[in-house]
C-alpha cells in the first residue's frame, strides 16, 4: 500500500496536503489477502484511474437514464500524485514546485464544470428524477462505518452511483468498511510517530541537508508555510520549484523518506492484530477493482 507518511490525504501532523487531487490513502501495511502473498503497491495513479473509472460508470448509467452526465477528463501523472507531509519525487517537484498550478488548474475546472450547470438548468420535477437516478434520492440507503478511534463514518448511496461501485468493486458495502478503515487508521500512531527517536533523527538529518541548500526549515510544513500565499511574491514559481526539488531531494539523500516510510509501516502493523482482515479487505478489492477498471475503459 502506498505511505501515507510520503503520499497523503488526511489530516494530523504527519498528513498535510498539499495542491493535487485528494482521495482516500490507507496506511502503509502489510496485508497480502489471503493465500495472495504480497500484492504490488497502488500507485497514486492506478487510484486516479479508479477514481476516473467510476465516473465514466456513473456518466453511462446517467446516460442510459435519460440525463446528461460529464466525467471528466481523467487526470494526467502529474495531476494524480498527492504531496503528503514530505515530497519525494524529485523529478516530479522540477516540473510542478508543490502543485500550485496544478491546483490552480483544478479551480478553474470546477468552476466551469458542466455537471451543475446542467442540473441548474433542469425544471424542478427533472431535477428531483435526476438526483433519484445519480444517488438514489432520500430513499437511498446508508452505509456507515466505526472509525478507527471512534465515531461513525457514513454515506448514502444508491442510484448510478451505486451502480459504478457495484460494477468497480463488486461489493459496495465491503468496499466502504474497508476503504473507510484503513484511510483512517493514522490518528491511532501518528502522534507516537511523530515523537519517536527514529522519525525525529530522520527529520533533524533531512533539515541539516536542507539548511546546506539555503533552506533553513526544521520541518517540511514550516518549509512550505515560508512560501507567500498573497502578493506578487506568490506568483514566484521558480522559488516554488527550487523549495520543492531540494524538499525532494533532502528526503532521499538524509533517509528521511525511508525512515518515515519504515516506521509507519511498523506502527501499522501493530494495529494488524485488530485491523487485519480490513487492510486485508482493502488491498484485495483495491487489486480486484483495477483489473475490472483496465477492462471497462
Not at 45 to 71: I, W
Not at 116 to 139: I, S, T
Not at 160 to 181: I, S
Not at 246 to 272: I, M, P, Q, W
Request: proline share 5%; net charge positive; aromatic share 6%.
Amino acid at each position: 500500500m502506498t505511505s501515507t507518511f510520503v503520499r497523503a490525504c488526511a489530516v494530523a501532523l504527519v498528513l498535510m496536503t498539499a495542491a493535487t487531487g485528494c482521495a482516500d490513502r490507507p496506511a502503509t501495511g502489510t496485508g497480502t489477502g489471503t493465500g495472495t502473498g504480497p500484492r504490488p503497491e497502488v500507485s497514486d495513479t492506478e487510484r486516479a484511474l479508479l477514481r476516473h473509472t467510476e465516473q465514466v460508470l456513473v456518466e453511462r448509467c446517467m446516460r442510459a437514464k435519460g440525463f446528461s452526465y460529464r466525467a471528466g477528463a481523467r487526470p494526467t501523472p502529474d495531476e494524480s500524485l498527492t504531496v503528503g507531509y514530505l515530497l519525494t519525487d524529485a523529478a516530479w517537484a522540477r516540473r510542478n514546485g508543490y502543485g500550485s498550478r496544478i491546483a490552480a488548474r483544478v479551480l478553474a475546472a470546477r468552476k466551469t464544470d458542466p455537471n451543475p450547470l446542467y442540473v441548474d438548468g433542469l425544471p424542478p420535477e427533472r431535477r428531483a428524477a435526476y438526483r433519484r437516478a445519480l444517488d438514489g434520492g432520500a430513499g437511498a440507503r446508508t452505509l456507515s462505518v466505526e472509525a478507527p478511534g471512534g465515531g461513525t463514518i457514513g454515506r448514502r448511496l444508491g442510484g448510478c452511483e451505486e451502480t459504478a461501485q457495484n460494477r468497480l468493486y463488486g461489493d459496495p458495502a465491503a468496499w466502504f468498511r474497508a476503504a473507510k478503515t484503513a484511510t483512517n487508521l493514522t490518528r491511532l500512531y501518528v502522534s507516537k510517530l511523530s515523537r519517536d527517536p527514529e522519525f525525529t533523527s530522520a527529520q533533524a538529518a533531512w533539515a541539516a541537508c536542507m539548511r546546506r541548500a539555503g533552506h533553513p526549515y526544521a520541518t517540511p510544513s514550516a518549509a512550505r508555510d515560508a512560501l507567500p500565499t498573497s502578493g506578487p511574491e506568490a506568483t514566484d514559481f521558480a522559488a516554488e520549484v527550487r523549495l520543492a526539488t531540494a524538499e525532494a531531494e533532502c528526503a532521499g539523500s538524509s533517509g528521511f523518506a525511508r525512515t518515515g516510510t519504515a516506521l509507519e509501516r511498523r506502527y501499522v502493523d501493530g494495529l494488524r492484530g485488530e485491523y487485519g482482515d480490513e487492510l486485508d479487505a482493502y488491498a484485495r478489492l483495491e487489486h480486484e477493482a483495477l483489473v475490472r477498471a483496465r477492462s471497462l475503459t
